[in-house]
T-cell receptor
Framework: RKEVEQDPGPFNVPEGATVAFNCTYS??????FFWYRQDCRKEPKLLMS???SGNEDGRFTAQLNRASQYISLLIRDSKLSDSATYLC????????????FGAGTRLFVKA | NAGVTQTPKFRILKIGQSMTLQCTQD?????MYWYRQDPGMGLKLIYY???????DKGEVPNGYNVSRSTTEDFPLRLELAAPSQTSVYFC??????????????FGDGTRLSIL
Protein backbone atom coordinates (compact mmCIF):
# COMPACT_ATOMS: atom_id res chain seq x y z
CA ARG A 1 0.00 0.00 0.00
CA LYS A 2 1.33 3.46 -0.88
CA GLU A 3 1.98 5.81 2.01
CA VAL A 4 -0.16 8.52 0.41
CA GLU A 5 -2.81 7.61 -2.12
CA GLN A 6 -4.87 9.80 -4.37
CA ASP A 7 -7.35 9.11 -7.14
CA PRO A 8 -5.36 10.11 -10.24
CA GLY A 9 -8.48 11.26 -12.10
CA PRO A 10 -8.75 13.07 -14.36
CA PHE A 11 -11.80 14.86 -13.08
CA ASN A 12 -13.57 16.69 -15.89
CA VAL A 13 -16.07 19.24 -14.60
CA PRO A 14 -17.91 22.23 -16.04
CA GLU A 15 -17.32 25.75 -14.80
CA GLY A 16 -19.24 26.45 -11.63
CA ALA A 17 -19.26 22.85 -10.48
CA THR A 18 -18.23 21.66 -7.04
CA VAL A 19 -15.56 18.98 -6.99
CA ALA A 20 -13.98 17.05 -4.13
CA PHE A 21 -10.71 15.16 -3.89
CA ASN A 22 -9.77 12.66 -1.24
CA CYS A 23 -6.38 11.48 -0.10
CA THR A 24 -5.58 8.64 2.27
CA TYR A 25 -2.39 8.14 4.25
CA SER A 26 -1.06 5.04 5.93
CA UNK A 27 1.03 6.37 8.82
CA UNK A 28 -1.12 7.14 11.84
CA UNK A 29 1.73 9.20 13.29
CA UNK A 30 1.59 11.70 10.43
CA UNK A 31 1.77 15.19 11.82
CA UNK A 32 1.06 17.81 9.22
CA PHE A 33 -0.86 17.93 5.98
CA PHE A 34 -1.00 20.16 2.95
CA TRP A 35 -2.58 20.52 -0.46
CA TYR A 36 -0.37 21.75 -3.27
CA ARG A 37 -1.28 22.72 -6.79
CA GLN A 38 0.93 21.92 -9.76
CA ASP A 39 0.38 23.35 -13.21
CA CYS A 40 1.69 21.52 -16.26
CA ARG A 41 5.51 21.63 -16.38
CA LYS A 42 5.65 23.94 -13.38
CA GLU A 43 6.76 23.59 -9.78
CA PRO A 44 4.29 22.64 -7.02
CA LYS A 45 2.86 25.58 -5.12
CA LEU A 46 1.22 25.51 -1.73
CA LEU A 47 -2.56 25.78 -1.97
CA MET A 48 -3.38 25.42 1.70
CA SER A 49 -2.41 23.73 4.92
CA UNK A 50 -4.90 21.30 6.44
CA UNK A 51 -5.81 21.75 10.08
CA UNK A 52 -7.51 19.30 12.40
CA SER A 53 -10.57 21.50 12.72
CA GLY A 54 -10.86 21.96 8.96
CA ASN A 55 -10.17 25.22 7.21
CA GLU A 56 -11.45 27.30 4.36
CA ASP A 57 -9.80 29.72 1.97
CA GLY A 58 -12.26 31.34 -0.38
CA ARG A 59 -13.68 28.63 -2.64
CA PHE A 60 -11.41 25.97 -1.17
CA THR A 61 -12.14 23.88 1.91
CA ALA A 62 -9.77 21.33 3.41
CA GLN A 63 -10.65 18.75 6.02
CA LEU A 64 -8.71 16.18 8.01
CA ASN A 65 -10.08 12.96 9.45
CA ARG A 66 -7.39 11.45 11.64
CA ALA A 67 -9.48 8.47 12.70
CA SER A 68 -9.95 7.36 9.09
CA GLN A 69 -6.60 8.77 7.96
CA TYR A 70 -7.75 10.85 5.07
CA ILE A 71 -7.79 14.45 4.03
CA SER A 72 -10.06 16.11 1.53
CA LEU A 73 -10.15 19.18 -0.66
CA LEU A 74 -13.41 20.72 -1.83
CA ILE A 75 -13.47 23.29 -4.61
CA ARG A 76 -16.67 25.25 -5.06
CA ASP A 77 -17.69 27.27 -8.11
CA SER A 78 -14.87 25.85 -10.23
CA LYS A 79 -13.04 28.23 -12.55
CA LEU A 80 -11.16 27.45 -15.74
CA SER A 81 -8.02 28.55 -13.92
CA ASP A 82 -8.50 25.77 -11.36
CA SER A 83 -7.40 23.24 -13.99
CA ALA A 84 -4.23 21.70 -12.56
CA THR A 85 -2.93 18.69 -10.65
CA TYR A 86 -3.64 18.73 -6.92
CA LEU A 87 -1.06 17.08 -4.69
CA CYS A 88 -1.74 15.75 -1.23
CA UNK A 89 1.30 16.07 1.06
CA UNK A 90 1.86 14.40 4.41
CA UNK A 91 4.72 15.02 6.84
CA UNK A 92 5.79 12.28 9.21
CA UNK A 93 8.14 12.33 12.10
CA UNK A 94 9.59 9.38 13.96
CA UNK A 95 12.56 7.45 12.70
CA UNK A 96 13.57 10.57 10.86
CA UNK A 97 11.99 13.36 8.93
CA UNK A 98 9.80 12.34 6.04
CA UNK A 99 7.64 14.23 3.59
CA UNK A 100 5.47 12.19 1.26
CA PHE A 101 3.83 13.61 -1.84
CA GLY A 102 0.86 11.91 -3.39
CA ALA A 103 0.99 11.33 -7.13
CA GLY A 104 -1.71 13.95 -7.64
CA THR A 105 -5.25 14.26 -8.95
CA ARG A 106 -5.73 15.96 -12.29
CA LEU A 107 -8.59 18.41 -12.67
CA PHE A 108 -9.90 19.82 -15.94
CA VAL A 109 -12.49 22.56 -15.73
CA LYS A 110 -14.31 23.19 -19.00
CA ALA A 111 -16.31 26.15 -20.21
CA ASN B 1 13.19 37.99 -2.42
CA ALA B 2 14.14 35.56 -5.16
CA GLY B 3 12.95 32.56 -3.10
CA VAL B 4 14.43 29.28 -4.30
CA THR B 5 16.62 29.54 -7.40
CA GLN B 6 17.70 26.54 -9.44
CA THR B 7 20.25 26.43 -12.24
CA PRO B 8 20.39 25.34 -14.95
CA LYS B 9 16.77 25.18 -16.14
CA PHE B 10 17.54 22.65 -18.86
CA ARG B 11 20.44 20.33 -19.53
CA ILE B 12 21.26 17.42 -21.79
CA LEU B 13 23.97 15.02 -20.63
CA LYS B 14 25.63 12.04 -22.20
CA ILE B 15 25.67 8.74 -20.33
CA GLY B 16 28.56 8.68 -17.87
CA GLN B 17 28.98 12.44 -17.64
CA SER B 18 28.72 14.24 -14.33
CA MET B 19 27.12 17.49 -13.35
CA THR B 20 25.95 19.55 -10.42
CA LEU B 21 22.47 21.00 -10.12
CA GLN B 22 22.61 24.22 -8.17
CA CYS B 23 20.03 25.36 -5.64
CA THR B 24 20.09 28.46 -3.49
CA GLN B 25 17.51 30.11 -1.26
CA ASP B 26 17.46 33.55 0.29
CA UNK B 27 14.77 32.99 2.90
CA UNK B 28 17.13 31.74 5.62
CA UNK B 29 15.31 28.40 5.71
CA UNK B 30 16.90 25.60 7.69
CA UNK B 31 15.39 22.74 5.70
CA MET B 32 16.21 22.05 2.08
CA TYR B 33 15.19 19.18 -0.20
CA TRP B 34 15.83 17.66 -3.59
CA TYR B 35 13.06 15.83 -5.45
CA ARG B 36 12.75 14.22 -8.82
CA GLN B 37 9.52 13.97 -10.78
CA ASP B 38 9.18 11.57 -13.67
CA PRO B 39 6.50 12.19 -16.32
CA GLY B 40 3.00 11.64 -14.95
CA MET B 41 4.34 10.66 -11.55
CA GLY B 42 4.58 12.19 -8.10
CA LEU B 43 7.62 13.73 -6.49
CA LYS B 44 10.20 11.47 -4.92
CA LEU B 45 12.59 12.72 -2.27
CA ILE B 46 16.26 12.23 -3.16
CA TYR B 47 18.05 13.94 -0.28
CA TYR B 48 17.24 16.49 2.36
CA UNK B 49 19.07 18.68 4.84
CA UNK B 50 17.91 20.08 8.17
CA UNK B 51 20.74 22.59 8.40
CA UNK B 52 24.24 23.45 7.28
CA UNK B 53 26.54 20.46 7.56
CA UNK B 54 23.68 17.96 7.91
CA UNK B 55 22.28 15.87 5.06
CA ASP B 56 20.30 12.66 4.90
CA LYS B 57 18.97 10.25 2.32
CA GLY B 58 15.44 10.32 1.06
CA GLU B 59 13.53 7.68 -0.85
CA VAL B 60 15.71 7.50 -4.00
CA PRO B 61 19.30 8.58 -3.17
CA ASN B 62 21.24 6.13 -5.35
CA GLY B 63 23.33 7.84 -8.02
CA TYR B 64 23.26 11.22 -6.30
CA ASN B 65 25.24 13.14 -3.72
CA VAL B 66 24.62 16.38 -1.88
CA SER B 67 26.41 18.80 0.38
CA ARG B 68 25.25 21.65 2.59
CA SER B 69 28.14 23.89 3.51
CA THR B 70 25.97 26.99 3.95
CA THR B 71 22.37 27.66 4.89
CA GLU B 72 21.69 29.10 1.43
CA ASP B 73 23.10 26.45 -0.90
CA PHE B 74 22.22 22.80 -1.45
CA PRO B 75 23.81 21.44 -4.65
CA LEU B 76 22.92 18.02 -6.05
CA ARG B 77 25.65 16.05 -7.77
CA LEU B 78 25.24 13.34 -10.41
CA GLU B 79 28.53 11.48 -10.76
CA LEU B 80 27.83 9.00 -13.58
CA ALA B 81 24.71 10.03 -15.45
CA ALA B 82 22.39 7.21 -16.48
CA PRO B 83 19.26 7.29 -18.69
CA SER B 84 17.16 6.42 -15.62
CA GLN B 85 18.08 9.81 -14.18
CA THR B 86 16.23 11.64 -16.95
CA SER B 87 13.67 13.61 -14.97
CA VAL B 88 12.63 17.01 -13.68
CA TYR B 89 14.48 17.94 -10.52
CA PHE B 90 12.96 20.27 -7.95
CA CYS B 91 14.73 21.89 -5.05
CA UNK B 92 12.65 23.14 -2.13
CA UNK B 93 13.13 24.78 1.24
CA UNK B 94 11.10 25.30 4.38
CA UNK B 95 11.59 27.07 7.69
CA UNK B 96 11.81 25.30 10.98
CA UNK B 97 9.29 26.58 13.47
CA UNK B 98 9.38 24.76 16.75
CA UNK B 99 8.78 21.10 16.10
CA UNK B 100 6.17 21.69 13.46
CA UNK B 101 6.50 21.10 9.76
CA UNK B 102 6.08 24.06 7.51
CA UNK B 103 5.11 24.05 3.84
CA UNK B 104 7.88 23.88 1.30
CA UNK B 105 8.77 26.51 -1.28
CA PHE B 106 9.91 25.15 -4.62
CA GLY B 107 12.29 26.32 -7.29
CA ASP B 108 11.29 26.32 -10.96
CA GLY B 109 12.92 22.98 -11.60
CA THR B 110 15.73 21.64 -13.77
CA ARG B 111 14.79 19.49 -16.74
CA LEU B 112 17.53 16.95 -17.27
CA SER B 113 17.84 14.51 -20.16
CA ILE B 114 20.46 11.77 -20.27
CA LEU B 115 21.13 10.44 -23.76
Amino acid sequence: RKEVEQDPGPFNVPEGATVAFNCTYSNSASQSFFWYRQDCRKEPKLLMSVYSSGNEDGRFTAQLNRASQYISLLIRDSKLSDSATYLCVVNNRGGGFKTIFGAGTRLFVKA
Amino acid sequence: NAGVTQTPKFRILKIGQSMTLQCTQDMNHNYMYWYRQDPGMGLKLIYYSVGAGITDKGEVPNGYNVSRSTTEDFPLRLELAAPSQTSVYFCASSPRVGQGHQPQHFGDGTRLSIL
